[in-house]
């Protein structure tokens, strides 16, 4: 027992030792301490992404099923994806070159990278200090496990319910024909835009549900059910609406252990690489029938573009003289819902409110989503991004520590979803989709519990 404690305090030092020297390089050529070219600086961004990844991995006492290990690598992809492959030269999608040139390769970029660089340090360095492994859960008797087969029925009856309402929009609308047949039906009525976002909310709770109340025996339909509303989501071009609450499932499954082992992870991330750069190549016009190629550095490249969000903010600030919010987009949701119960408060139009990343974005350079790290640095400039992406961290190693049980990993599972989400979008949703989600959850667990209270009485 102390030389496993003796084992796991090494490696924290060791871990913490090596990202804080990283650090002070990240910091040292960002501010022209010394030369480093724009390939080397490439180069060393995505070792530092592998090595700090190896870290947290070795680290963390759940490793690569950590909500903390998992909330870094889809960071990492979104953000570092496009440095990694372009570093080994192994960008071959003639479009992803193309709409890369037209940013990419500027010093706004080179300066995103660092930022880039320094949420990721951050996150790395709150997350070794802060993990603790999470106690013991409890056996589970008849009454936990009848409760939990209803949580699961429960979170698969709506999973499916609100499946059903998907395929039911988007074939009445036609946006299930393409990408672009998709973003014309979202653009042509914001409502049903509305609607789609939280029904994508919607989905990902009730499969958090069917991830946190499954036990061995319940079978895998529901699994099946959100598998194939995946597949055609997927095959209509909404990755991310299928990534983030697929990466929440894993956290939840992975606070229950390894669900399944790391080379079958591997072999399935490596073809979901292949499907998604397949995808990317057709889901504009929806044909399938050319050349679509299978090279997962395709893949990763176009993920990866959610570091344009990051250049643009630095943009705005260089050039257009674009003032630090200093915190105004974390408040600006929470304001604006007060503002329905308080006359005092004004709730400034969504067209005027620069406080709206979202909107902000889409007006300055089109729809090319957000970035959590963007977010950051347009509030607080890069000691900002450095100490949000460090309180991030802290977070979520904190969730990692917690005792496992139904009731902690719903309500986590159902926070976490929007905050996922802003991997590569804003903030403006999160506030009140924590909140819808955590009464939302709390309802359904009740009716499990008042269902168990009739079973206790009548044992009694």
């Not at 009856?157 to 973003?183: H, M, R, W």
């Not at 029904?199 to 946190?212: D, K, P, Q, R, T």
């Not at 939840?252 to 390894?258: I, P």
């Not at 090279?295 to 050039?319: D, F, Y």
């Amino acid at each position: 027992m102390q030389f496993t404690h003796n084992k796991t305090l090494i490696q924290k030092i060791f871990g913490v030792w090596f990202i804080s020297l990283v650090g002070v390089w990240i910091f040292a050529a960002y501010f022209n301490v010394f030369d480093t070219s724009r390939h080397a600086l490439e180069v060393i961004t995505a070792l530092n992404w592998v090595v700090l990844s190896t870290i947290l991995y070795v680290t963390l006492p759940k490793g690569m099923w950590s909500i903390c290990f998992i909330f870094f690598s889809v960071v990492g992809v979104f953000h570092i994806g496009l440095v990694l492959a372009n570093s080994v030269n192994g960008i071959t999608d003639e479009d992803t070159l193309y709409q890369i040139s037209r940013w990419f390769y500027n010093v706004e970029t080179g300066n995103a990278i660092h930022v880039v660089n320094l949420a990721m340090i951050g996150f790395a360095l709150s997350a070794i200090l802060f993990s603790s492994k999470a106690k013991e859960s409890e056996a589970t008797n008849h009454l936990q496990l009848a409760y939990r087969k209803r949580l699961f029925h429960i979170g698969g009856i709506l999973l499916g319910f609100f499946v059903a309402i998907f395929f039911t929009l988007t074939i009445a609308s036609g946006a299930i024909s393409s990408y672009g047949a998709y973003l014309e039906v979202m653009g042509a009525n914001p409502l049903i835009s509305l609607v789609f976002s939280y029904l994508y909310f919607f989905i990902g709770v009730a499969f958090v549900f069917v991830c946190v109340s499954y036990n061995k025996g319940f079978g895998y339909i529901y699994f099946g059910l959100f598998g194939v509303w995946a597949l055609f989501a997927f095959k209509i071009g909404l990755r991310g609406e299928v990534m983030f609450p697929s990466a929440v499932a894993g956290c939840m499954l992975g606070r229950k252990g390894a669900p399944i082992k790391g080379y079958i992870l591997l072999i399935g991330v490596v073809a979901f690489l292949i499907v998604t750069g397949i995808v990317k190549n057709a889901r504009v016009s929806g044909d399938y029938s050319g050349d679509v190629g299978i090279n997962p550095l395709n893949a990763i490249a176009e993920m990866g573009s959610s570091l344009r969000a990051v250049q643009e903010t630095i943009k705005w600030r260089k050039h257009d003289n674009f003032e630090l919010l200093m915190g105004g987009s974390y408040w600006a949701p929470f304001e604006r819902q007060f503002a329905l119960f308080i006359p005092q408060l004004e709730r400034i139009n969504i067209d005027d409110d620069g406080r709206l990343l979202n909107i902000v974005v889409q007006k300055r350079a089109g729809p090319i989503g957000f970035s959590a790290i963007a977010e950051a640095y347009i509030n607080f400039g890069e000691k900002g991004v450095l100490i949000v992406f460090f309180l991030i961290g802290g977070v979520m190693a904190k969730l990692d520590s917690t005792a496992t049980s139904v009731r902690n990993d719903i309500l986590i599972g159902v926070a976490l979803l929007p905050i996922f989400v802003t991997i590569r979008n804003s903030f403006i949703h999160v506030p009140v989709q924590v909140i819808l989600g955590l009464i939302l959850a709390s309802l359904l667990m009740y009716i499990g519990y008042k269902k168990d209270d009739q079973i206790a009485d009548e044992h009694s």
